[in-house]
């Protein structure tokens, strides 16, 4: 058997079986998840959660303080970041902010497939932030997060990859692999680490182009335009798609010939989004 369908067949079976090792979502994003979900809690029992992990906590308040959020005044405490933005947004915050060391590996051919997935996921993560805000009904913030985990599914077929030597030889092997498996694994990691079934559905139709759906756009429309916009002009197998055919853009309100999405007036926005995650 090829090693391909011996690695997709292992795979698979693992995914079915319950025994895919899937990625653990970083301590700190879980606690602050369970304090923030906690209806009797409040900004300073968040705070000390927060605070227990230094470059964390100094890396929130860069945030607060960036051109995204800042208000009139400087922010240096936590219990103000949080009064600031408000508990919901520093959940997504912090899952957002601890992704970035997941993208960690130990072989280097694996190393730039991860580097390359992160920064999609981040140029992702801004459009969708900047599409949201164009969509009433949806959380800008959220739609961010949504970009940010929409590749999700590439860790655990990067990280079998470093044990595989072969995959990593045959060119073009791997990405093959990842095109026909990542939105599957993608959703079975949300789901495990409990998130809302929108961000679950990002992960698993993000590249389901012929997606239709009743009533105004979600984040899966949202992040699919995102997607496609950021793969323009590469040799990412997406790059070609007939925009036309993708029910996304209408849900969004672009016109159907559309074959650029105009961000003009958005770049610094982007950019700064960009910034939160160097």
């Given amino acids: ?13 693992d995914l079915e079986t319950g025994q895919l090792q899937l990625p653990t979502l970083p301590e700190v ?22 605070a227990q992990d230094a470059a964390l906590s100094a890396r929130l308040i860069q945030v607060a303080n960036s051109p995204l959020y800042r208000g009139r005044n400087e922010i240096d405490r936590l219990d103000m970041v949080i009064a600031r933005l408000g508990n919901k947004l520093v959940r997504n915050l912090v899952t957002s902010q601890v992704m970035k060391q997941m993208f960690q590996a130990t072989h280097d051919a694996v190393d730039g ?6 920064e999609h996921s981040v140029e992702v993560a801004a459009i969708s932030r900047v599409l949201a805000g164009q969509c009433p009904g ?5 739609a961010m997060l949504a970009g940010l985990l929409h590749d999700i599914g590439t860790l655990p077929i990067l990280y079998r990859a470093e ?13 093959h692999l990842i095109a026909n498996l990542h939105t599957r694994v993608g959703s079975a990691i949300l789901r495990h ?8 559905d990002v ?21 699919q335009v995102a997607n496609l916009q950021s793969h323009m002009g590469s040799d990412h197998r997406l790059a070609d798609t007939d925009w036309s055919q993708v029910a996304a853009f209408q849900k969004l309100g672009m016109e159907q010939d559309i ?4 961000l003009t007036d958005h770049v610094e926005e982007i950019e700064d989004v960009q910034e939160l995650f160097s």
Wanted: proline share 7%.
């Fill in 113 to 118: 497939h991860l580097r390359a997935v992160w």
């Fill in 1 to 13: 058997m090829e090693p391909e369908n011996v690695f997709v067949n292992e795979l698979i079976e």
């Fill in 203 to 223: 992960a698993a139709l993000h590249e389901d182009l012929s997606r239709q759906h009743e009533g105004g756009p979600d984040l899966v429309d949202v992040v």
């Fill in 138 to 142: 949806i959380s800008p913030d959220q």
């Fill in 259 to 262: 074959d650029e999405i105009e």
């Fill in 29 to 50: 994003a879980l606690r602050v998840r369970d304090v923030v979900d906690d209806e009797n809690t409040n900004a300073h029992q968040i705070a000390e959660v927060i």
């Fill in 193 to 200: 680490w409990k998130f809302p079934d929108p961000l679950v």
């Fill in 163 to 175: 044990e595989r030597v072969e995959l990593l030889e045959t060119p073009g092997l791997l990405d």
